[in-house]
């Protein structure tokens, strides 16, 4: 079973950049498209990127904004976020799917990670 945990959660000022990051446990982590999805508090989930097992991404959120990348040699996907506003506050999840393709539809995920909390705020 594939576990995820994100990290880089923080409290930035709006104009601010954040860089999130997803880990995997497990060596076959490059078999899996990943994906970054956000639930800001009284909205549903949505996805903001995802990228795929040959590292070519995806940007459904804001492409002007975040960038996604991926190091397989360290089992981990990146969230570059900039020019974050108040409306970003939300808890951002990383999600693992199999097979080569991303997707932005959250029940094409297998596994999710626990989530993380970026504020943007004053």
């Known amino acids: 079973q594939l576990q995820l945990v994100e990290s880089g959660g923080d409290l930035v000022q709006p104009g601010g950049s954040l860089t999130l990051s997803c880990a995997a446990s497990?060596?076959?982590?490059?078999?899996?498209?990943i994906g970054w999805f956000r639930q800001a508090p009284g909205k549903e989930r949505e996805a903001i990127s995802c990228v795929s097992t040959s590292g070519h991404s995806t940007i459904y959120a804001d492409p002007i904004r975040f960038t996604i990348s991926r190091d397989n040699a360290k089992n981990a996907v990146y969230l570059q976020m900039n020019s974050l506003r108040p409306e970003d506050t939300a808890v951002y999840y990383c999600?693992?799917?199999?097979?080569?393709?991303?997707?932005?539809?959250?029940?094409?995920?297998?596994?999710w990670g626990q989530g993380i909390q970026v504020t943007v705020s004053s």
């Open positions: 497990q060596f076959s982590f490059k078999s899996y498209s």
């Open positions: 999600a693992a799917k199999g097979g080569i393709w991303c997707g932005s539809a959250q029940n094409d995920y297998d596994y």
